[in-house]
């Protein structure tokens, strides 16, 4: 597990960017108050999730507009027809850490 960030640098129902050794990943703090990490680009057109909107457990990517459940990664909104990386979240005295290693087998 790799130390992103406090949990205080991400206000609930944002998302910000963080670089994990080479990975980019969209950090999201979710409107259920959970952690979630997702590749930080959309398998549609690949521009940055991390500009997107959070709508509850999903996050719409600013563009064309698909969204991806942050649990699964798997897209719930067309035009992404393919999911996303999901990354495992810590959150650990105070901090947040995540795994490189996805949780739901897909590579980008």
């Known amino acids: ?3 992103i960030c406090a949990i205080e640098d991400v206000p ?35 521009v940055a999730l991390s500009e997107g909107e959070v ?3 999903t996050l719409e990517c600013w563009l ?3 969204r991806f459940d942050l649990r699964t990664g ?9 999911p996303v990386p999901v990354y495992p979240v810590e959150v650990r005295d105070g901090d947040i850490y995540v ?10």
Not at 74 to 82: D, M, Q, R, V, Y
């Open 55 to 57: 709508e509850g457990c």
């Open 1 to 3: 597990m790799i130390r």
């Open 74 to 82: 798997e897209p719930t909104g067309l035009p992404a027809t393919e």
């Open 12 to 46: 609930k129902g944002t998302v910000i960017s963080a670089d994990v050794d080479g990975t980019q990943i969209a950090l999201v703090h979710g409107e259920d108050d959970q952690f979630y990490a997702v590749h930080d680009e959309c398998s549609h057109a690949a």
């Open 99 to 108: 795994s490189l290693t996805p949780s739901n087998g897909v590579t980008r």
């Open 64 to 66: 064309h507009g698909s």
